[in-house]
């Protein structure tokens, strides 16, 4: 199961985040900073995947922006490491090459998105054309 | 600059008109994103949050505000949550937004409710009714976002609102509408499951849908159910086989794929599900063997996602009932992943590793060079991945290696979580498999200085119990009790004021009970080293009570040295302190009350408990006669303010004089140790049993990989097995090394692996040839009895009276972690023992006395050295007839019995067993098959059970086996338990005149040595109020049935054997006795959905075992 994905820059500042559990509001940025520095400590030829607590992280990197994912132990961890390269590949048709400030600028639509692809922690779509359906419908409605 | 505009802005918001505000609002979010960029600290974050929110705050309180300016205010918000700044004035207006906005700021609107409130906050309520219109709505897209916020966050008293509307869209022409309904139901299926469960017809429908998108989410309800009972969905196997087939042929349309592989997410969920339905299942997985087989032969492709499919699968063939075919494959898959370069696919190897050596110990073998570069990799997940990996394979012949390896890590590791679970681990090994006392103490002191005060108490509670109950060897205990003193006085001696207090309160506790069996040391000496830990200031005070409790015990006669410390402690501000102080001071001044409170080295069970508290009588029957009101317990209170509303037609009141519901033992070892004994003993021995018994699965003991343990069985037919396993271990290595490169670090990575993985090769062919040449584990725990019986004083019985536990020590396969001696085999002793008793077999079989049954038991350990005993997959079970039950004596055929179970086989015999329920005992009936076409002699059976008494058996001895022969032993059980396990060992002659044994185990619990007790409800009445011990509790009722509390007495009627005497309205009683003929009575009574039960017996554990079954049952139903 997925408790909760994070997108950070490099200087560990958070740009999206969604807990899947219910988190306290003030505990989360301590927890955020736990997380960001077990990810961005480690070096580029060790395992995406770090112990922290009773769940796992899996992290990747794109250019200056790291996703962060902390999944229960049972979870399959390769299988969750490219499942944010499928949400970033569909961030990426959505917005035809996405950059860090668009997802600052769009973070309703990052978090739709995100809607689409996990509920309640769990993998529910991951066909592109799928996931992105409602919101283009969307955009179409505000158009006309 | 820009600051100042920003500024300004804000300052004027009224001054805008909405028109122009909109564009201004944008690039006010425009302008916040561009601040939160530029951030440089903290403090600038402050400044810049503050100004926002308030702002905002300003803005919502507007009513010019435009719809479109509240979605941007909402964003908004949502940066301020996310950097940690509340925003809860906005939460309404979210909720707002939803109700009253076009379709975009609607959506932001629910967007902004699933991301700000909790499940359980008020203003959720509020939603319902937007929910409700949007369900409504001919606009798909608003039905579509209704249901994405209904499946993400909804009132759990509100489910039964909405729920028609959602069951309604389960139909809906739209496959999108109908995938959303159906994960809309799987979160009310996880939020309230009763609510949903009329439309499990409807899941089914879904899981059939033609569209994938509607299958694929239905299995996310398919995952949670059958987690809960695989059994119920067994026949959706074939469906869900077919599916996976079908994704993995590539059915699906094309978008499905990703980077060439089709649903890959979807594989994986299915094998999760297939790998739940194939559980201890033969005949489903059978049905699952061909698409594994496809799945591991399509993901052939070289990339990550692929890889994560070929690991879910290797799991799944792991889980499953085996196929050697496909366990060989998934063996070599996760074999290519641990030697792979690629870092992350490394960790998943030795994850998929870890995971499938609980089943084959063995499989470790084959990495072991790679596993050991791994353990000194840089890479931390590695390490601790790799440590876990150890711990599934530690046995008793390396664990010095591996527990030193974790020691090394915890020392240099600064994580708390991975220290306290690792430190539990170690402590786990080293009482599993301590080699000797001194390496078992220093190991548990180094468990006690890393784990420092994060320590979980259970690890101190249990290592103190060890020592406190030992084993059934006293000189044994007392070795390592002394051993334990000794080293505690030194590191005391030492510089001390850093020790962890868990680490001082189990030195102060040992010492206290323990350092009179130290004759060289002067008692004063202790007595003056503790006393100098009482002046640290470090040390809190619940060690101090600890170290102050333990010079209670030792000051007896010493009194001048502590009675400054007296002086002192006796004023302290802690009150637990200073009683103990005053309790110190007066038992020092009376030696003879000081000897009978706490004697010297009295027996940990021995220790009287008068739970009745008779002592208090006299006082009771003065108070009550003085007029006081009786004493009630506090649940019996709250019955009553219930049952004061209505008039009580019961039989029985509830004016019981005195009840004493729950008396603790008042023990006088350890603080925290009491609390241990009063609860949960039953579910702390069950914890014991299973621990140990990890790792030995009977499943993958006989099946699949019997040829290749047949031959490394033969290598280790040496005389020393120890130096057996270690030549075939350093072989191993050896063999997988590639051409000799003699650099140091080799040859020392080779010792190591020798040293790591001795005893691997060799251990799972122990169980497979019967015979355990792992030395057994030095520490054996009592078996617990249920309760806290230590009242009774019994201590437990052997229903083999002729012999110890000894010809079962080396019981291999299921009970014998448990119930050790160190079997020293002696070939040369042993061998004339063996000739002599060949020799005189017949004869001294012919008076089956009990000279012959102590013979039989040394026999077999011989026995089982030099002889194998391969146990082989049931090729012969055809031999037999198939209804073993037509062979019952006649008189027996009649009773009720259970089904007739298969305990074990050879080649040449095979036992099952079934249990016969007779009035005045249980029979357990071993059915002994002849599968040889010779005959087979001498067959003798013995059978041991702690904790039961063997009243009469018959045919246990047979000179003669053609065919099948029947055994049977009557059993009684006197102190209730649980559960309890049986061992024996059947000991035959082939026609070759080969002496062989077969060991077999099993367990029985208390219900089956409970019958009905036929009672009237005066009868019951009166019984009830002279019973003393009770039990209260809710269990579940099983509430879908027409009559919740007649199916629920039912399905206990029919699993416990109770009797059920009257049923009057919602409550109910039942009654039952144990084959000794203690009474247990039962009172069951509705109480909303759940039954409460209060169960009365004169013996103290009886109530406690039925519970645990009730509830076992109820559980199960």
Not at chain 2, 665 to 694: F, M, V
């Amino acid at each position: 199961m997925i408790k909760f994905l994070l997108m950070v820059n490099k200087q560990g500042q958070t740009r999206l985040s969604k807990y899947y559990e219910p988190v306290d509001i003030g505990k989360r940025a301590a927890l955020e900073a736990d997380v960001v520095r077990g990810c961005l400590s480690r070096r580029k030829e060790e395992c995406s995947f770090v112990e922290y607590k009773d769940y796992k992280l899996v992290y990747r990197q794109y250019a200056a922006l790291f996703i962060v994912v902390g999944i229960t132990e049972n979870e399959n961890e390769l299988s969750i490491y490219e499942l944010m390269h499928n949400f970033v590949e569909v961030l990426d048709k959505y917005f035809s090459r996405v950059k860090q400030t668009q997802i600052m600028f769009h973070l309703d639509k990052v978090h739709i998105i995100l809607d689409e692809m996990i509920l309640n922690g769990h993998i529910v779509e991951t066909n592109k054309n799928r996931i992105l359906a409602p919101l283009l419908a969307l955009d179409k409605m505000v158009e006309s | 600059m820009s600051d100042v505009v920003e500024k300004t802005l804000t300052a004027l918001p009224g001054l805008f008109d909405s028109q122009t505000g909109a564009a201004k609002i944008t690039n006010r979010l425009k302008q916040l994103v561009k601040s939160i960029t530029e951030l440089t600290s903290k403090h600038e974050e402050e400044n810049l949050m503050k100004q926002e929110l308030s702002s905002m705050k300003e803005q919502v309180a507007s009513p010019n505000t435009t719809m479109k300016q509240m979605k941007e205010i909402m964003v908004r918000a949502m940066y301020c949550e996310m950097m940690g700044y509340e925003a809860s004035f906005t939460y309404i207006h979210a909720i707002k937004l939803a109700q009253q906005g076009g379709v975009l700021e609607k959506r932001v609107g629910y967007l902004a409710v699933s991301l700000f409130l909790s499940e359980s906050h008020e203003l959720l309520l509020l939603l319902v009714n937007t929910v409700l219109k949007d369900l409504q709505s001919t606009n798909l897209i608003e039905v579509c976002m209704a249901l994405t916020v209904v499946a993400q966050i909804f009132p759990k008293d509100m489910i039964p609102a909405v729920l028609p509307l959602v069951e309604d869209k389960l139909s809906h022409p739209k496959e999108i509408i109908r995938r959303k309904a159906v994960l809309a139901l799987y979160n009310f299926y996880l939020i309230a499951p009763n609510q949903v469960q009329h439309i499990h017809g409807k899941f089914r429908k879904a899981l059939c849908d033609k569209d994938p998108g509607v299958m694929t989410s239905s299995l996310h309800i398919y995952l949670q159910l059958i987690r809960e009972s695989p059994d119920d969905y067994k026949d959706l196997t074939g469906s869900f086989v077919t599916i996976l087939k079908q994704v993995v042929g590539g059915k699906l349309p094309i978008d499905y794929n990703y980077h060439n592989v089709p649903a890959p997410w979807l594989q994986i969920q299915l094998l999760r599900i297939l790998s739940l339905l194939g559980r201890d299942d033969q005949s489903a997985s059978e049905l699952m063997y061909d698409v594994l087989d496809e799945s591991l032969r399509r993901a052939e492709m070289n990339h990550n996602i692929t890889y994560a499919i070929l690991y879910e699968c290797a799991k799944t063939i792991y889980t499953i009932s085996p196929k050697a075919e496909l366990l060989e494959k998934a063996v070599k898959c996760i074999g290519s992943f641990v030697l792979s370069p690629k870092i992350n696919l490394k960790y998943l190897g030795l994850k998929a590793l870890t995971y499938v050596v609980q089943h084959d110990t063995k499989l470790a073998l084959q990495h072991q060079m790679t596993i050991i570069e791994c353990l000194d990799h840089s890479d931390f997940t590695i390490k601790r991945e790799t440590l876990e990996l150890l711990f599934r394979i530690t046995n008793a012949q390396n664990v010095t290696v591996i527990v030193k390896k974790m020691l090394d890590f915890l020392r240099v590791c600064s994580d708390d979580h991975t220290i306290i679970h690792l430190v539990g681990k170690v402590a786990e090994l080293a009482e599993k498999f301590a080699p000797d006392n001194s390496w078992f103490i220093q190991t548990m002191n180094d468990v006690f200085s890393i784990g420092g005060d994060l320590l979980q108490q259970d690890v101190v509670n249990n290592f103190l119990r060890l020592l406190a109950e030992g084993s059934d060897c006293k000189e044994d205990d007392d070795q390592l009790r002394l051993y334990a003193v000794g080293s505690y006085l030194n590191v005391l001696k030492g510089n001390c004021f850093h020790l962890p207090q868990h680490f001082l309160q189990v030195m102060s506790w040992v010492l206290g009970e323990y350092s009179h069996l130290q004759e060289s040391v002067d008692q004063r000496e202790v007595i003056c080293l503790l006393t100098k830990l009482l002046d640290q200031k470090t040390i809190s005070s619940e060690t101090r009570v600890w170290v102050l409790f333990a010079l209670t015990k030792l000051s007896e006669d010493q009194t001048d040295l502590i009675l400054d410390l007296l002086e002192s402690l006796s004023s302290s501000q802690d009150t637990v302190l200073r009683q103990q102080a005053q309790e110190l001071h007066h038992l020092s001044q009376d030696s003879q009350l000081h000897e009978w409170v706490l004697p010297h080295g009295a027996p940990w069970d021995s220790v009287e408990v008068d739970s009745s508290l008779s002592f208090l009588d006299g006082y009771v029957s003065e108070a009550l006669a003085a007029g006081a009101a009786p004493y009630k317990p506090p649940h019996q209170r709250q019955e009553e303010l219930c049952e004061e509303r209505a008039l009580s037609l019961e039989p029985y009141g509830f004016n019981l004089p005195v009840s004493l519901s729950s008396c603790s033992i008042t023990d006088r070892q350890s603080p925290a140790l009491s609390s241990e004994l009063s609860g949960n003993s039953a579910e702390l021995s069950q914890k014991a049993g299973t621990l140990i018994l990890e790792g030995v699965k009977r499943v993958w003991g006989k099946d699949g990989y019997l040829p290749h343990k047949e031959t490394t069985g033969e290598g280790a037919q040496v005389e020393d097995p120890a130096a057996a396993l270690q030549t075939s271990g350093q072989q191993g290595a050896a063999e997988r090394l590639e051409p000799p490169d003699q650099s140091q670090q080799k040859e020392d990575k080779q010792q190591l692996a020798s040293s790591l993985f001795v005893g691997l090769g060799a251990q799972s062919s122990t169980s497979l040839l019967g015979k355990s040449e792992a030395p057994p584990p030095r520490f054996r725990r009592k078996p617990r009895p249920h309760a806290s019986s230590s009242s009774s004083g019994a201590s437990e019985r052997s229903s083999d009276s002729s012999h110890s536990s000894r010809s079962t020590a080396d019981s291999f396969l299921y009970g014998n972690l448990l119930e050790e001696e160190p079997t020293t085999i002696k070939p040369s002793s042993d061998v004339t023992k063996h000739n002599h008793i060949r020799a005189n077999g017949p004869e001294q079989n012919k008076d089956a006395g009990v000279a012959v049954e102590t013979d039989r038991g040394v026999n077999t350990s011989h026995i089982l050295g030099s002889d194998m005993v391969l146990v082989r997959p049931n090729t012969i079970q055809d031999k037999y007839p198939a209804d073993l039950t037509e062979l019952l004596p006649a008189d027996l055929k009649e009773l009720p019995r259970s089904d007739v179970i298969s305990l074990t086989s050879d080649p040449s015999l095979s036992l099952s067993s079934c249990r016969v329920f007779r009035d005045e005992s249980l029979l357990l009936v071993i059915f002994l098959s002849n599968c040889t076409d010779t005959a087979i002699t001498d067959v003798a059976v013995q059978l041991t059970c702690e904790g039961l008494e063997t009243v009469s058996l018959r045919g246990n001895v047979i000179e003669c086996l053609e065919g099948v022969s029947v055994c049977h032993y009557a059993l009684m059980m006197k102190d209730p338990q649980t559960n309890v396990s049986f061992t024996g060992t059947v000991s035959y002659q082939t026609q070759a005149g080969e002496t062989n044994s077969l060991l077999f185990s099993g367990t029985l619990c208390t219900a089956d040595f409970i019958r009905p007790l036929v009672v009237t409800t005066e009868e019951y009445g009166k019984l009830w109020l002279s019973f003393s011990h009770d039990v209260k509790q809710n269990l579940k009722l099983l509430t879908d049935a027409e009559d919740p509390l007649g199916a629920t007495l039912n399905a206990l009627k029919e699993t416990l054997q109770l009797h059920v005497v009257d049923v009057i309205d919602s409550e109910g009683i039942l009654a039952c006795s144990l084959l000794s003929g203690a009474p247990c009575l039962l009172h069951c009574r509705v109480n909303g959905a759940a039954l409460a039960v209060w169960l009365r017996s004169p013996l103290p554990a009886l109530p406690d075992c039925i519970l645990y079954h009730c509830q076992k049952t109820l559980a199960e139903h």
